[in-house]
């Protein structure tokens, strides 16, 4: 199986349309065959953001890392009225997500482009909210933590969603080290969602 960040061309029979909710948002998205969790909000993400809903007062200005058809995004906007850019580095993701913002009747406070990681991002945001891609690379993955530090804006934070099983141990370590901080606000069916600040600088 192909990893979804690789890119792959498309027939329109690969294309398909589905609802789910999440927090109480009733949410319609296109998907297609290559991406992740193409039918359905995936337990992580579904994690990430009920967490965030319920435990976080998020506000400013935030990015979706690797925003895959931009379930994180779309719901950060809604229900909270920020504003958010998306980035993912998989073209299809991109235009996935630009026709779902529309979708959901979304036409401000939002900016998608297409990214690896960090490359095309000059902003600096009050909150990065990711499901980061895990399969990458120990290496990849902690260059994204270090990318997402930088972005941030003083009292910024980074909010992101891992396994237990996929390394969360080890990453809440290098958070530690390079944020001063970095909190376990839930953890739910083997997702632990870890929370770290930029204190100032």
Known sequence: MQHYFIEKEHKNSDYFEFEDSVAG???K?????????????????RTLLETVFNKLQLNGNGLDLGCGYGVVGISVIKKLGVDCDMVDINQTAVELTMHNL???GIR?????????G??????KYDFILTNPPIK???VLLFELMEGAYNHLNNNGSLTLVIRKSHGEE????YLLDLFGNCEIIKRNKGYYILHCIKQNV
């Open 170 to 173: 080890s990453l809440k370590k």
């Open 102 to 104: 529309l979708l959901n």
């Open 118 to 123: 960090f490359e095309n991002i000059q902003n």
């Open 25 to 27: 948002l009733k949410l």
């Open 108 to 116: 401000k406070g939002a900016k998608v482009f297409k990214s690896n």
């Open 136 to 138: 990458t690379g120990k």
């Open 29 to 45: 998205f296109k998907s297609c065959d290559s991406i992740f969790s193409k039918n359905k909000i995936d337990e992580g993400t």
